[in-house]
Structure formats: structure tokens, C-alpha cells
């Protein structure tokens, strides 16, 4: 029978049967999944573990300090902060295409890892062999099974890993769904606030501007973004509703009138979903005066943004993300 005693149990078991006496580290991403899994991997092998946290510049506001704080508090984890942003973006200048932001941000993803391992084998010694991902199984199946081809697209952890990656994967999770993985977490005691997160995606704001990502377009989307989270938590709306991606088209512009005169902004989506484990999903009727509140605060607050949007399409024929 399935509990989250067993799950735990057994996936401890295995993880210290596959890492043994040598080293792992964890990329941390400030959500659920890599929570879970950090804290399940700390169960089983203790301090041989260490999180590391690489701020890609494709976060949203306040999340990096969020995860040096709330994380470490909870698990007591070594954890090192990588600063990654110069490095992201660099890599990324000039790609629009989806699938091939998906792979620079993947690639990028383990090199900074392993530049991190060889950081942690100068500071404390013997080698670490092993790599722990939150893989879920959706996101094993939307990737294709890892097989290298996506069926619908290259999650970051599974199709976009690169192929001459140097780590051992351990992935605790790759048979749960999301709603398995919060009671797990909760098996573990982690806090509500890390267990109840609302899902954000490994490449972050990179797959939300529709376009070239730029630090300028990503200030845009992280302001309009901020608004949107708060304007729905102050709403009350953060656990009826999945979670709510905020895109930015960076590649659209439209003609607008505000303030002295005419403008050429750029559209900002809302795409607030409801779903129960993000295979298929459904728009979510947010209240006419919270989306009000949103577009008026967004268009009023956010340089360049003249017009927002309100996506409502299911998940199929639209996948929850916009790339
Ligand atoms: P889609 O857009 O495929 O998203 O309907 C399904 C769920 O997965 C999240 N997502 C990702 N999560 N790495 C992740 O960790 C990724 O590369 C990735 N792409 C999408 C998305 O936010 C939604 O919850």
C-alpha cells in the first residue's frame, strides 16, 4: 500500500544503498520538488550532502534571499549560494526559441554544478559522485522518458540535461506526482510554506519572455510578476488557484494611450490555472476586480507594459507554460 511512510522509507533505503559512503550534492530551486527531494536525500546520508542554490538571474523577486533563509532554517542543510546571472545571460543572449532556451538553461544548469563540486571537494576533501534532482513523473513523461527527444518539451532536469554530463543521477521523486510529493514533505516536516508552494519552473522567467531574454525585459516581468503574486495572496486566491505563470511578450508591442500621449508597449499575460497535477489544467475564473486590480497596478506600475492580457486556455490545447 502506498503511504508516504513507505515512500519515505523505501526511497531512503535506496538512496543510501546507491550513494553509499561518497558525496551528493542537490540543486535547490527555491520549490517544492527540490525541497522534498534535498530534505529525503538529507534523511539518508546526512551531512555527506550539500545544496546548492544557483541564481540564474531568471528568478523572481525576493526568491534567493527567500531560500537562504526559509530552506537552511527548515533543514539545517550546507547550502551554497552560486551567483550565475552574468553566466545565464550571456549564454542566452540572443536565442528565442524555446526548446533551445530549454537546453542553454539545462547546460548551463550542470556546469555550474560541477564547478560547484570541484568548489567542494577543494574545501572539505573526497569526491562527490552524485547529483540529486527533484524529477517528478510528469515531468519524466512530458520530456519524453528521458529518452532525448521531448514529446512536448525539454524539462529542464530531463531532457535539457547535456549529454556529456559527469554526475551520477539521484531522483527520489521520479515516480511521484505533485500532490504525493507535498505529503512526503509533509512526512518530512517541512513548513507549510514550503510544502504548499505554487510550482515554478527550473528555467524560471527564461521560458516566460516570449523573445530574447534580456536583464532589461527580465526587470519587467519580475515587477509585473510581483504584482500579480501579491495582488492574488492579498485576494486570498493562492491555494484555490495552481499557480498563475505571468509572460511577458517581449516580441509583441501594441499601440496605447497613457498618461501625455500615445504609447508602443509590450502585453503581459496572466495565465492562472487550476489543475491537479499539472498533466492537464484547467483556466481558473479569477474575480473580475482581482484581475482589475492586477491589469490597472501592472500597466500603472511597470514601465513599457500598456496592455495586459488574460490567457483562457485549458491545458490541452495550451501547455501551462508559454514556451
Ligand atoms: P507545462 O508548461 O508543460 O508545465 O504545461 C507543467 C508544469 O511543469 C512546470 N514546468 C517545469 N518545471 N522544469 C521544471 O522544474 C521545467 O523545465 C519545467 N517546464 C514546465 C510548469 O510550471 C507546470 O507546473
Known amino acids: 500500500t502506498w503511504t508516504t511512510v513507505n515512500v519515505v522509507e523505501e526511497q531512503v533505503a535506496l538512496i543510501k544503498e546507491q550513494v553509499g559512503d561518497k558525496r551528493a550534492i542537490c540543486g535547490l530551486s527555491g520549490g517544492v520538488d527540490s525541497a522534498v527531494a534535498a530534505a529525503l536525500v538529507a534523511k539518508a546520508i546526512g551531512d555527506q550532502l550539500t545544496c546548492v542554490y544557483v541564481d540564474h538571474g531568471l528568478m523572481r523577486k525576493g526568491e534567493t534571499e527567500q531560500v537562504e533563509k526559509d530552506f537552511v532554517a527548515a533543514t539545517g542543510v550546507k547550502l551554497k549560494v552560486v551567483d550565475a546571472e552574468e553566466r545565464f545571460l550571456t549564454a542566452l543572449a540572443g536565442v528565442s526559441d524555446p526548446e533551445t532556451k530549454r537546453k542553454i538553461i ?147 508591442r501594441s499601440v496605447g494611450v497613457q498618461g501625455d500621449g500615445r504609447t508602443y508597449g509590450h502585453p503581459i499575460v496572466l495565465r492562472p490555472v487550476s489543475s491537479e497535477d499539472a498533466m492537464t489544467a484547467d483556466w481558473s475564473r479569477l474575480p473580475y476586480e482581482v484581475l482589475a486590480k492586477i491589469s490597472t497596478r501592472i500597466t500603472n506600475e511597470v514601465p513599457d507594459v500598456n496592455r495586459v492580457v488574460l490567457d483562457c486556455t485549458s491545458k490541452p490545447p495550451g501547455t501551462i507554460e508559454w514556451e
Not at 554530463?165 to 507535498?182: C, G, H, Q
Not at 504548499?196 to 530574447?212: A, D, K, M, S, Y
Request: hydrophobic share 40%; proline share 6%.
Open 106 to 252: 539545462g547546460r548551463e544548469f550542470i556546469r555550474v554544478f560541477e564547478q560547484a563540486q570541484a568548489e567542494i571537494i577543494a574545501d572539505e576533501g573526497p569526491a562527490v559522485g552524485f547529483l540529486v534532482q527533484g524529477t517528478l513523473y510528469p515531468d519524466v513523461v512530458e520530456s519524453g522518458g528521458g529518452t532525448g527527444t521531448a514529446n512536448i518539451k525539454s524539462h529542464h532536469n530531463v531532457g535539457g540535461l547535456p549529454d556529456d554530463i559527469e554526475f551520477e543521477l539521484v531522483e527520489p521523486l521520479r515516480k511521484l506526482f505533485k500532490d504525493e510529493v507535498r505529503m512526503v514533505g509533509q512526512e518530512l516536516g517541512l513548513p507549510e510554506e514550503i510544502v504548499q508552494r505554487q510550482p515554478f519552473p527550473g528555467p524560471g522567467l527564461g521560458i516566460r519572455i516570449v523573445g530574447e531574454v534580456t536583464k532589461e525585459r527580465l526587470d519587467l516581468l519580475r515587477e509585473a510578476d510581483a504584482i500579480a503574486r501579491e495582488e492574488l495572496t492579498l485576494a486570498g486566491l493562492d491555494r484555490e488557484i495552481w499557480q498563475c505563470p505571468v509572460v511577458l511578450l517581449a516580441d509583441v
